[in-house]
């Protein structure tokens, strides 16, 4: 090979890294070479052969030659010593492992600005679409009141095939894993946990305040079956797995919950594993972003995009800390320096359905609108609080669905 190149060294080699892989290959005139590739098992096939693969995670870290570290392996913990490690070494760092980045943010800002580095992650909100970069770059002047979207490529395939193709839940559960899209662990999928990470990363640069994964309210696709998507279809809607944040004149609230959305709403026609972001800021207005929320070859197209932006020079700037926010926009008086109070409860207006002998009480909610029973199954229309949802225990039941309504 001729040329002078940016030397990666590449941890993981996993769906994604065969993904960033296949994208350099394809880009021939790329500046970038994968100089070595650090993996947990030596023993296992690798479909490519032209690479160095290694066990020895130093000899990476602590090469002078590699000035690009590419994180993409599956395990949060060993992604955190890899990344933090990287920086301190005056390393650049792109990485994929939105759970490490949504646990650890706070750290990871600090250790950007003492060690002068710079790390990116744009592939571990919505994959293939350039959200983070927008929020940093475009709209950093401009104060973001709701952000929300469908950050779950598996889940969205999952509904997509059951309620639109009328698939079996196995059979979509076992496309899903075949693609590539569901995660080693599943219930980060199923139980939305993975939507919450992504949610946490993006409201930290949409509004420039930390909200960690616990602390956001998240409820996820389980126990969501045929009659609930025929409640739904009946209604003029469909169900997606939304998580979103949204600014008022309090506060911030974020959630992950499956909606009920209008058909004909943007993000009711994001379908299979597409992700798609619904943004409402205060100048621009209503913006909307769809793209291929997983898979390797999308997901690599970002990591190669923020290896070509870090090798640049580019870096977050958090930058919403800063600004002072613009004049006549309804919210909180708050100095440049301060940051927005969390919500941590909210109103929600549901549908909760409940089959052979789950309860629902009906102290549950603040108003009801709507009781009906047909054999075992019964459900409520009405509005709750999410700390009662939260109080009570049947959110545990399997048998119980829970659906916000617009
Ligand atoms: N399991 C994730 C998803 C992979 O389904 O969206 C991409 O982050």
């Known amino acids: 090979m001729q040329g002078v190149y940016n030397k990666i060294g590449l941890f993981g080699f996993g769906c994604v890294g065969h993904g960033l892989y296949q994208v350099l290959q394809a880009a021939q005139d790329a500046p970038f070479l994968i100089h070595k590739v650090c993996i947990r098992d030596a023993t296992k096939e690798r479909p490519v052969h032209d690479l160095e693969f290694t066990t020895d995670k130093e000899s990476l870290l602590y090469d002078p030659a590699i000035k690009i570290i590419v994180e993409l392996t599956s395990d949060p913990d060993a992604a955190l010593e890899i990344v933090t490690t990287a920086l301190r070494n005056g390393k650049s760092v792109v990485s994929a492992n939105k759970k490490m980045i949504a646990e650890h943010l706070p750290l990871l800002q600090r250790l950007q600005e003492q060690y002068g580095t710079s790390l990116l992650y744009e592939a571990s909100s919505a994959a293939s679409i350039p959200i983070i970069r927008n929020l940093e770059s475009y709209f950093n002047r401009d104060n973001i009141l709701c952000i929300q979207g469908i950050l779950n490529g598996s889940t969205n395939y999952i509904l997509h095939r059951m309620f639109t193709e009328q698939c079996t839940y196995a059979a979509a559960f076992a496309e899903a894993l075949q693609s590539g899209f569901l995660e080693a662990d599943s219930d980060n999928d199923i139980l939305g946990y993975d939507s919450r990470f992504k949610?946490?990363?993006?409201?930290?640069?949409?509004?420039?305040?930390?909200?960690?994964?616990?602390?956001?309210?998240?409820?996820?696709?389980?126990?969501?079956?045929?009659?609930?998507?025929?409640?739904?279809?009946?209604?003029?809607?469909?169900?997606?797995?939304?998580?979103?944040?949204?600014?008022?004149?309090?506060?911030?609230?974020?959630?992950?919950?499956?909606?009920?959305?209008?058909?004909?709403?943007?993000?009711?026609?994001?379908?299979?594993?597409?992700?798609?972001?619904?943004?409402?800021?205060?100048?621009?207005?209503?913006?909307?972003?769809?793209?291929?929320?997983?898979?390797?070859?999308?997901?690599?197209?970002?990591?190669?995009?923020?290896?070509?932006?870090?090798?640049?020079?580019?870096?977050?700037?958090?930058?919403?800390?800063?600004?002072?926010?613009?004049?006549?926009?309804?919210?909180?008086?708050?100095?440049?320096?301060?940051?927005?109070?969390?919500?941590?409860?909210?109103?929600?207006?549901?549908?909760?359905?409940?089959?052979?002998?789950?309860?629902?009480?009906?102290?549950?909610?603040?108003?009801?609108?709507?009781?009906?029973?047909?054999?075992?199954?019964?459900?409520?229309?009405?509005?709750?609080?999410?700390?009662?949802?939260?109080?009570?225990?049947?959110?545990?039941?399997?048998?119980?669905?829970?659906?916000?309504?617009?």
């Open 199 to 406: 949610l946490s990363i993006l409201s930290a640069h949409a509004f420039g305040r930390y909200i960690s994964p616990e602390q956001i309210w998240c409820r996820g696709i389980q126990g969501i079956t045929k009659e609930d998507a025929h409640f739904a279809q009946r209604h003029g809607y469909v169900i997606k797995l939304i998580a979103g944040a949204k600014r008022s004149a309090i506060g911030i609230h974020a959630d992950v919950a499956p909606h009920c959305i209008p058909v004909g709403e943007p993000l009711a026609g994001v379908h299979y594993a597409d992700n798609g972001i619904q943004l409402e800021s205060a100048f621009a207005g209503l913006q909307f972003f769809k793209g291929t929320g997983a898979g390797g070859i999308a997901t690599g197209s970002a990591v190669w995009s923020d290896i070509s932006a870090v090798s640049e020079g580019y870096r977050y700037r958090y930058a919403k800390k800063q600004v002072a926010l613009p004049v006549g926009i309804p919210d909180v008086a708050r100095g440049p320096e301060e940051e927005p109070p969390l919500l941590q409860d909210t109103l929600l207006r549901v549908y909760i359905r409940y089959t052979g002998g789950s309860f629902i009480p009906e102290e549950l909610f603040e108003e009801i609108e709507e009781v009906f029973t047909r054999g075992a199954t019964s459900y409520c229309i009405g509005t709750a609080q999410i700390s009662a949802l939260q109080h009570t225990n049947i959110l545990q039941d399997d048998r119980v669905c829970i659906l916000v309504l617009p």
